[in-house]
């Protein structure tokens, strides 16, 4: 079927796609500690601080959970988004790069619509970001950390594609903000560590609501909270339909601003010269 606007067929689409998830697939081949610090952040997480807090923090009953948890169980979901927010602040540093040494002038040149080139190297972040968490769930399946059945690890896998969508547009955008790879790092920071830790990653939002109701509301308002309940309940085979609203209307705004932002007669590219 051939396309109206840009008069492509469809296997020129997907032959497109494969490139650039293959492109990016051998980026990842090649960077291995990449793939080694991908892992070691949340395993430290889970070996060293889950162990130390089990006693102290202990966690109530609450949805998905139908019983009492250990500490380490709570947090793998959280630990699970950390690896794919992590990615998707990758990927951005990779396009940033890219924009440096004239490699995504290249792509973003090509005959076929800018979205879906943006669109092709999103999908090929998510791809990579989902493999880091399996082999993530590999690791803490002999910790004793795993699904009440197996098919928790297949129900994930939706939850999983949408929150590395979320992350990998929002890295994009900030990719598009970031004039200097030497910036990089501060920005990166500035997003991630709050995120993180004002989320209900390492602890239940009703325990946060306790000590400070203002702060319970700005977790609240955290995509990266939502992403963390998403894949918590589909870990457990259920779904959190406010947390799966949440996300794909963060993914949208985060996207649609990517978009814009790359367009070179609306966004930052041209006054950056990428």
Known sequence: MTSETSGFTARQYAICLSGVVWREALRFLHQRERFVSALVR??????????????????????????YVLYE?????????????????????????????????????????????????????????ILQVYAYLIIAYFWEIEPPTP???????????LAGLMFGALGMLLSSAIKQLENFAGVM??????????????????????SSPFLYWICLANPF???????????????????????????????????????PAKGMLTRKGG
């Open 42 to 67: 949340p395993l430290v997480w889970l070996f060293i601080f889950a162990a130390g807090f089990r006693q102290v923090l202990g966690v109530s009953i609450i949805p998905p959970y139908e019983t």
């Open 151 to 161: 098919l928790g690890y297949l129900a994930v896998l939706p939850a999983l594609a």
């Open 225 to 263: 909270t939502h992403a963390v309940e998403l894949i918590r309940f589909a870990f457990y085979e259920k779904i959190s339909w406010e947390s799966l609203a949440a996300v794909a209307a963060y993914t949208t705004v985060f996207a649609v601003g990517a978009l814009i932002a790359y367009d």
């Open 73 to 129: 169980v709570y947090i793998t979901p959280g630990l699970m988004a950390m690896i794919q927010l992590f990615n998707g602040m990758q990927s951005s540093l990779s396009m940033v790069y890219d924009r440096e040494m004239g490699n995504m002038r290249t792509l973003l040149v090509s005959p076929f619509p800018r979205w879906f080139l943006l669109g092709a190297k999103l999908l090929a972040g998510v791809a990579v970001s």
């Open 189 to 210: 920071n500035f997003v991630i560590f709050p995120m993180f830790f004002a989320s209900s990653a390492l602890y239940p939002l009703w325990r946060v609501q306790e």
